[in-house]
């Protein structure tokens, strides 16, 4: 076959196979998981769209302690401020999920979300991170001169042939292009064109989106084995990024009843929603979902209702009850297995993708 | 590569190409196009799902006279009856429509949709039509020991793990997993789980059922060239039904300003909707499905729906105006090419195939 494994993006990246690590925000890329990945030959990328920048620098001093390999770090490249405007409805439609978990009501004083994002990509950029990725949007000027002064390789999330080309345009290196199928939040540019975010599936996203760039194209979005990364490739992507496949895993940060949700799941399980942050994702249906949507209240935008649906999502991460967490996950659950390391994980995958190109 | 694009399947159906022409209903599978498709080493498929009895038996005489090869007929496995509450309120959204065509009110008079698939079915079994093909649900009993009796091939659409065994425990030789990024009708069995159907990413859906059945699986859903053929077959498919690639083909029935929209639109245009059917189907936002979901109204259930929405698309037929009629379309439109023969897209889509498999 002329497809080979080992494509120009491992060259690029200078990494051995072309895997990415979703950078998954909310604690499941933990440092442990993002350094397996990138000592299995793979590109580890930390999630630290939700972290201080103090604990992003931490989380990165921690990683380069773990590997001398290159990993990438993910923020949301989202300068969006609060809109506290329906704040009051938004909480009253909240309050039976609170009196269910034993928490207090909550009458809706206006909230602040802290926009960090100047402030983490400073980090970012001070630390000579390997590799900045951005969902959401794309890294502005002046940082992306900045990274690129650094010698910095920037990627960027699209879900669309039109925000491929505006990240090539803005000087990406290369891009993920998410498919419908992937799990968490979709990437998508602009929420007022696509309410719940343009969702092209992969098969039909890939190579429409190679056919107009010349920047190195990832794949992302129900890509769980070696089929999925060799599919990726005849489709005209040059690598795969993976994020549900990786949250079972040992490393992961995910709750254990979390893991168990999506051991659980099948394919049909996930929806998408707003209701956990006012940008839409995909997630396992579960109590959350069903008595938000039964609301019928419109979410406050991001990050406003991810601010005001955080103290719900921590007590059932305390309380171990999945029915109250945002259960992230992608269209692929059946292929998850269990207790497996990340390295087992990266082996599996390029293994089977070696057999299949019969090399 | 170990990947070969002679399958089993292509012995099992008696074609030289593991490739199948969506049976795509409304008149776009003319017998010119399914015959050109199976002359040129695929599987044409006639879409008779809303033909008399009587017309698809001249259809299959016509298809004969142009072909001595293999080739199957589509029907909708549907024996849903007419649901005429609220008829009325869904002719009054209609109307605003109506008027913009220049055609008369229609007050809500109960609608009569003849069922005929005892009939259709009988028809494709007494002309011992090589494949017998269905949506919406699997071939029931006895028409199934009937087709087997006959040794007739049966396939069956399907949009999940749990529908793909339903079918291999029915006694189907092989299904079509349509992914999300399909065009025209979501072939969910039973849409009160799904309501607007499964939409499983062909990239997610494709190997989890590969993984559950042991029958061949025929992949579908945003597959427009021999790369995503290629892709199909690395995920465990053993052949592709395409669809949309072939509706822009010279052959195809489409009228030209659906060809016209088809080949402007990109893998933003379209939506799913059941404003046209009353089933959940993909295609090209238009006027029709912009004013039918700002009037708010709940479609009648499938095949109510669909027959009294067919004086609209047919006027805007006859006008030649693509805003009222149904445009279905999958999400890969932007690799549809125009004035191609239909031999020249299988021979196209084979050729690139090959070379990818360095065969």
């Known amino acids: 076959m002329t497809i080979q494994i080992k494509t120009e993006l491992c060259a690029m990246f200078n990494i051995r196979y072309p895997l990415f690590l979703a950078g ?21 990328t930390l999630g630290a769209a939700y972290l201080e920048p103090t604990a992003i620098r931490e989380a990165i001093l921690e990683i380069r302690k773990l590997t001398d390999k290159p990993f990438a770090v993910n923020l949301f490249a989202s300068r969006a401020s609060d809109n506290n405007e329906r704040i009051r409805e938004v909480q009253q439609a909240l309050n039976p999920m609170r009196r269910k978990l034993g928490m207090a009501s909550v009458v809706g004083e206006d909230v602040a979300t802290s926009n960090l994002f100047e402030e983490q990509i400073a980090v970012l950029i001070g630390e000579k991170v390997p590799v900045i990725s951005t969902a959401f949007g794309i890294l502005p000027e002046p940082f992306m001169r900045q990274a690129k002064k650094a010698k910095l390789l920037v990627v960027t999330m699209v879900t669309t042939v039109r925000e491929a080309l505006l990240a090539e345009q803005a000087g990406c290196d290369a891009i993920v292009a998410q498919g419908s199928e992937a799990g968490g939040h979709r990437g998508t ?3 007022t064109e696509h309410r719940m975010g343009a969702n092209i599936g992969t098969f039909a996203l890939v190579p429409q989106i190679v056919d107009q760039v010349k920047i190195p194209v990832i794949a992302a979005g129900g890509i769980m084995d070696g089929r999925g990364l060799v599919a990726s490739l005849v489709l005209g992507a040059q690598g795969v990024q993976m994020g549900t496949r990786f949250l079972t895993a040992i490393e992961s940060g995910a709750h254990d009843a979390y893991k168990q949700a999506l051991l659980n ?3 049909e399980s996930t929806v998408l929603t707003k209701g956990f942050s006012g940008r839409p994702a995909r997630g396992i249906q579960n109590g959350f979902i069903r008595e938000w949507d039964a609301s019928g209240v419109e979410p406050l935008p991001f ?27 992608g269209q692929g659950t059946r292929l998850l297995t269990s207790e497996q390391s990340a390295e087992d994980i990266v082996d599996e995958t390029i293994r089977q993708a070696l057999l299949i190109c019969d090399e």
Chains 1, 2 share one sequence.
């Open 24 to 44: 998954m925000a909310g604690g499941m890329t933990t440092v442990e998981l993002v350094a397996a990945v990138s000592n299995a030959g793979g590109l580890g």
């Open 189 to 191: 540019f602009d929420i």
């Open 265 to 267: 799941s099948t394919e």
């Open 303 to 329: 990050p406003t209702q991810n601010t005001v649906t955080r103290d719900i999502r921590n007590a059932a991460n305390r309380q171990s009850n999945p029915d109250y967490m945002s259960l992230w996950a």
